[in-house]
Nanobody, 125 residues
Framework: QVQLQESGPGLVRPSQTLSLTCTVS??????????WNWIRQSPGEGLEWMGA???????YYNPSLKSRTSISRDTSKNQFTLQLSSVTPEDAAMYYC??????????WGRGYGTWGQGTQVTVSS
């Protein structure tokens, strides 16, 4: 059974780049025909899909975040990472990584796909 675990700093200063890593166990990120996603939820808001990397390596981004977002993978470590540049307090959220079979850019729910437990990110000086 595939499991995902997010890691990264819980506090980022405004204007800096947020970098989070998702470590996958129980299966390879390259051999499953899957999308490996980053999703966030701000307080009082719904789930926002940020982007994904396919098992074959292609990347997909939310157009509203594309200019600040980069998703990459390290196949030797079975990890994929999120970088979000020029963060502001509005980027404070719970950040999740998730695996899905299809590419889904909206209407995410916790019942779809396989999720990590999430990591809280605060943006403050």
């Amino acid at each position: 059974q595939v499991q995902l675990q997010e890691s990264g700093p819980g506090l980022v200063r405004p204007s800096q780049t947020l970098s989070l890593t998702c470590t996958v166990s129980g299966g390879s990120i390259t051999t499953y025909a899957s999308y490996w996603n980053w999703i966030r939820q701000s307080p009082g808001e719904g789930l926002e899909w940020m982007g994904a990397v396919h098992s074959a390596g292609s990347t997909y981004y939310n157009p509203s975040l594309k200019s600040r977002t980069s998703i990459s993978r390290d196949t030797s470590k079975n990890q994929f990472t999120l970088q979000l540049s020029s963060v502001t307090p509005e980027d404070a959220a719970m950040y999740y990584c998730a695996r899905s079979i299809g590419l889904k850019s909206k209407d995410w729910g916790r019942g779809y796909g396989t999720w990590g437990q999430g990591t809280q990110v605060t943006v403050s000086s």
